[in-house]
């Protein structure tokens, strides 16, 4: 069973970081392009980063560009959000999947995700 475990989240200040992790069970995450989602409170899914199964790297929406950043550690089987700069309208439950080709479509697993809270 495909399995994805999500981490990192918190309470932060405005302005600070946290790097999230999406670990992976029972199978390899590097043939698997990985996707972070976020959902806050009152709001639809929305699509943050996606990054290849080659490491290609893209983000979503222009709010996002520039602060947060996607990597990924096959060894460890591993893919990462940085995020600096927080902003309170990050505040929301961040989830990662899986997609065995592109990040828009056949999603093979789905994280239950971590909160990030950014307030003073």
């Known amino acids: 069973q495909l399995q994805l475990v999500e981490s990192g989240g918190g309470l932060v200040q405005p302005g600070g970081s946290l790097r999230l992790s999406c670990a992976a069970s029972?199978?390899?995450?590097?043939?698997?392009?990985i996707g972070w989602f976020r959902q806050a409170p009152g709001k639809g899914r929305e699509g943050i980063s996606c990054?290849?199964?080659?490491?290609?790297?893209?983000n979503f929406p222009d709010s996002v560009k520039g602060r947060f950043t996607i990597s990924r550690d096959n060894a460890k089987n591993t893919v990462y959000l940085q995020m600096n700069s927080l902003k309170p309208e990050d505040t929301a439950v961040y989830h990662c999947a899986a997609f065995p080709d592109t990040c828009l479509a056949g999603m093979a697993a789905w994280g239950k995700g971590t909160q990030v809270t950014v307030s003073s």
């Open positions: 029972g199978f390899k995450l590097d043939a698997y392009a």
């Open positions: 990054i290849s199964s080659g490491g290609e790297s893209t």
